[in-house]
């Protein structure tokens, strides 16, 4: 048994870590916004201009002037600020967050990303995944093993076009957790999902990895 969407970021979670400043991609990574462990003191930042984003609204009490990055109505806290999107490009690109949790579409063994589109399909703008992977500490991605057609994602070489090179640091699946080892050796398995075996993981991923479970 595979890892649900909510399993994948309480995974996540435990990546945060207190006093971090911390952006959240689109997708199964906007749920680690009501994961934060209770105690902990993370500041979720939004590249469309908001600082100290809170959870997600209750039913009924939405305001459509709160969005993230994926246009999800969210909350704001007392400390929240907001600003401009190139104050906000400039935390990014001045290495002033410490972690980015993002989806991805395809992901390389030397830790490439690809997650910005897919050629020929209509996208509504880059958003701003490049900025991040560029200038953010820590990048963990969150995406499923598979494609929709049993295609591995995690892959010798992404065929999509590149977010970024080697930028990866860890890899969550719905499988299991993976390392992209920073010295460039490629990628470590160090966690398998609950029910998954190493032969299940190994035979669906295309990556070459070595294995080192916790």
Same mark, same amino acid.
């Given at each position: 048994?595979?890892?649900?969407?909510?399993?994948?970021?309480?995974?996540?979670?435990?990546?945060?870590?207190?006093?971090?400043?911390?952006?959240?991609?689109?997708?199964?990574?906007?749920?680690?916004?009501?994961?934060?462990?209770?105690?902990?003191?993370?500041?979720?930042?939004?590249?469309?201009?908001?600082?100290?984003?809170?959870? #997600?609204?209750? &039913?009924?009490?939405?305001?459509?002037?709160?969005?993230?990055?994926?246009?999800?109505? +969210? /909350? !704001? %806290?007392?400390?929240?600020?907001?600003?401009?999107?190139?104050?906000?490009?400039?935390?990014?690109?001045?290495?002033?967050?410490?972690?980015?949790?993002?989806?991805?579409?395809?992901?390389?063994?030397?830790?490439?990303?690809?997650?910005?589109?897919?050629?020929?399909?209509?996208?509504?703008?880059?958003?701003?995944?490049?900025?991040?992977?560029?200038?953010?500490?820590?990048?963990?991605?969150?995406?499923?093993?598979?494609?929709?057609?049993?295609?591995?994602? #995690?892959?010798? &070489?992404?065929?999509?076009?590149?977010?970024?090179?080697?930028?990866?640091?860890?890899? +969550? /699946? !719905? %499988?299991?957790?993976?390392?992209?080892?920073?010295?460039?050796?490629?990628?470590?398995?160090?966690?398998?999902?609950?029910?998954?075996?190493?032969?299940?993981?190994?035979?669906?991923?295309?990556?070459?990895?070595?294995?080192?479970?916790?």
């Amino acid at each position: 048994m595979a890892w649900t969407r909510d399993d994948m970021a309480a995974r996540a979670a435990k990546e945060l870590r207190d006093g971090f400043y911390v952006n959240l991609g689109i997708g199964i990574p906007t749920l680690v916004a009501n994961m934060i462990p209770e105690g902990m003191t993370v500041t979720l930042q939004s590249e469309n201009g908001m600082l100290g984003m809170g959870p #997600f609204p209750y &039913e009924g009490e939405e305001d459509a002037d709160l969005i993230n990055a994926g246009k999800q109505t +969210i /909350t !704001d %806290l007392p400390h929240t600020s907001y600003f401009s999107s190139a104050d906000s490009f400039g935390m990014i690109r001045g290495g002033h967050i410490n972690l980015s949790i993002l989806g991805g579409m395809e992901v390389a063994e030397n830790g490439d990303l690809a997650n910005w589109m897919v050629p020929g399909k209509m996208i509504k703008g880059m958003g701003g995944a490049m900025d991040l992977v560029a200038g953010v500490k820590r990048v963990v991605v969150v995406m499923d093993h598979c494609d929709k057609a049993g295609n591995s994602k #995690f892959k010798k &070489e992404c065929s999509l076009p590149l977010t970024g090179k080697g930028v990866v640091d860890l890899l +969550i /699946t !719905d %499988l299991g957790v993976f390392e992209i080892n920073p010295d460039g050796s490629g990628a470590t398995l160090t966690e398998l999902a609950t029910g998954v075996t190493l032969d299940e993981i190994t035979a669906k991923t295309e990556a070459t990895f070595s294995v080192a479970l916790r």
